[in-house]
């Protein structure tokens, strides 16, 4: 690992990017019980979901990259929490970094520029569910100032065993 650490950029995610994005995602598909998808997608698969977060507006994609290789090293995202027309101004957040690049900040970076973009926006508060257990993922939030509500007890089946999903919230 080189000494000095790299400089991170964090943008807009955008349609050049869904390739990475989807490899990315699928890394956790096939390796984690962080997301409860259990079958990998091809881009074209995801590519509504990219697409269903502009650069504007509550729903939001932030890519950190590597600012020399433009190396994607994680995206942050806020979707609509549910479906019902009530629900519009709470949003559920999430990150996924590259695995290589946990414990460089990235997370942060990712979140403060997720969080700055929602400042302005209709959005009154923000939800995670982390599957347990995730220190490193706990402590994240906690320090963007969520604060626990619940765990759902083996809400998700992955790998042959049940998960529970500890639940935050922020007000925003």
Known sequence: MPSERTEVQVRPGVEGDLEALTDLYNHYVRETPITFDTAVFTPEERRPWLLSHPEDGPYRLKVAV?????EILGYATSSPYRPKAAYSTSVEVTIYLSPDAGGRGVGTLLYKALFEALSGEDVHRAYAGIAQPNEASTRLHERFGF?????????GRKFGRYWDVAWYEKEL
Request: aromatic letters at 14%; glycine letters at 8%; hydrophobic letters at 20%.
């Open 66 to 70: 590597d600012a020399d290789s433009q």
């Open 147 to 155: 604060r626990y509500v619940g765990t759902y007890r083996e809400v």
